[in-house]
T-cell receptor, first 113, second 110 residues
Framework: DARVTQTPRHKVTEMGQEVTMRCQPI?????VFWYRQTMMQGLELLAY????????DSGMPKDRFSAEMPDATLATLKIQPSEPRDSAVYFC???????????FGSGTRLTVV | QKEVEQDPGPLSVPEGAIVSLNCTYS??????FMWYRQYSRKGPELLMY????GNKEDGRFTAQVDKSSKYISLFIRDSQPSDSATYLC??????????FGDGTTLTVKP
């Protein structure tokens, strides 16, 4: 089965450190999403790309978060500097149709202490 | 008010019961409707996807959409303990932006 691969699975870091999360979307999928999930807020869309071009990153705190797709096989989400309130599970998802269902990765569980 | 409201649960049913999960929405721009299942410490998994009012069936699962009432449902027949998970509704505009409900946690007891 094709799958979305996210690394690392877990990350514990100190406040102020840079965090980079990586995602390998399913080959051939043209849309890639970054979501954040917390108990309080549920699933929140941070950013998404279509054909590697950023379409919407309005859900992302721009002063500390950045998302890129350097090539079709890699999407990255960076947080610099990280804060305790960034602790959450970050999911990457990819899809072929912009308005259809997506395949999610297993997530990166981030803890900022 | 949130754009998507999902019945909060949690829901606990005996094995074999029919389960009904529901979401309402306020944004008329939503055109595509999905249901995801999420097991603990896993990513959401797409269960059903539809874009029109009416019913869509897949095995024991039926997704129902009523655009005039802005209401969607997921029915699970003959529920099994393996159906125990959190179920998330999601809706997407033509621009491709999805909004998720907060999820309903279902437990099916043997």
């Amino acid at each position: 089965d094709a799958r979305v691969t996210q690394t690392p699975r877990h990350k514990v870091t100190e406040m102020g450190q840079e965090v980079t999360m990586r995602c390998q979307p399913i080959l051939g999928h043209n849309t890639v999403f970054w979501y954040r999930q917390t108990m309080m807020q549920g699933l929140e869309l941070l950013a998404y790309f279509r054909n590697r071009a950023p379409l919407d990153d309005s859900g992302m705190p721009k002063d500390r978060f950045s998302a890129e797709m350097p090539d079709a096989t890699l999407a990255t989400l960076k947080i610099q500097p990280s804060e305790p309130r960034d602790s959450a599970v970050y999911f990457c998802a990819s899809g072929l149709e912009e308005n259809g269902g997506y395949t999610f990765g297993s997530g990166t569980r981030l803890t900022v202490v | 008010q949130k754009e998507v409201e999902q019945d909060p649960g949690p829901l606990s049913v005996p094995e074999g019961a029919i389960v009904s999960l529901n979401c309402t929405y306020s944004n008329s721009a939503f055109q595509y409707f999905m249901w995801y299942r999420q097991y603990s410490r896993k990513g959401p998994e797409l269960l059903m996807y539809t874009y029109s009012s009416g019913n869509k069936e897949d095995g024991r699962f039926t997704a129902q959409v009523d655009k005039s009432s802005k209401y969607i449902s997921l029915f699970i027949r003959d529920s099994q303990p393996s159906d125990s998970a959190t179920y998330l509704c999601a809706m997407t505009t033509n621009a491709g932006k999805s909004t998720f409900g907060d999820g309903t946690t279902l437990t099916v007891k043997p």
